[in-house]
């Protein structure tokens, strides 16, 4: 029991709008992209960034041993979406005795499906593509008619007011008691 209470999905999937970013990428970021120092912005200098806890979020999950990151994002600008993904710098862990490194963020996703359509077929793609059971798939979004993918057995975690530590561990909590039920 003490090793299933800190077992974690084998995939963990994020929407990007207003759960990953501040911001709808295809209608509040007018493009060209461009990178200065360690920001990124679009045409008009609104800054391209994650949340403040995102970058943290993302490096504890790729400690864990084997989940994989997904982004799943329904917006109608995807090749933009890849982009600002691509552009924006995540810190990763600083070791000891190093200086601190940069990475874009788009490699720390395993799995992207970021195109128009409902999230269940975003789902199913990642599924037949992994192999990974919709019960081993925890997903954030900040819109609840996304919650249909728990008819997939997903389980669905609600983000209010973008993506923090508190809510990514109620994801957690949330997905170890239902397994803990399942396997009752």
Known sequence: MGNESKRVPQLIAFDLDYTLWPFWIDTHVTPPLKRTDNSVEDKYGSPVEFYPDVPQILNQI???????????????????????????????????????????????????????????????????????????????????????VESLGVTFILVRNGLNTETFQLGLTTWRRRRAADEQ
């Open 62 to 148: 790729r400690a864990f041993k084997d989940s994989k990151i997904a982004a799943c994002s329904r917006t109608h600008t995807p090749a933009l979406a890849r982009e600002a993904l691509s552009l924006i710098s995540v810190p990763l862990p600083v070791k000891k005795g190093k200086e601190a490194e940069l990475t874009a963020a788009i490699n720390f996703f395993d799995e992207t499906e970021i195109y128009p359509g409902s999230k269940i077929a975003h789902f199913k793609k990642i599924h037949e593509r992994t192999g990974i059971p919709y019960s081993e798939m925890l997903f954030y979004d900040d819109e609840h008619r996304n919650r249909e």
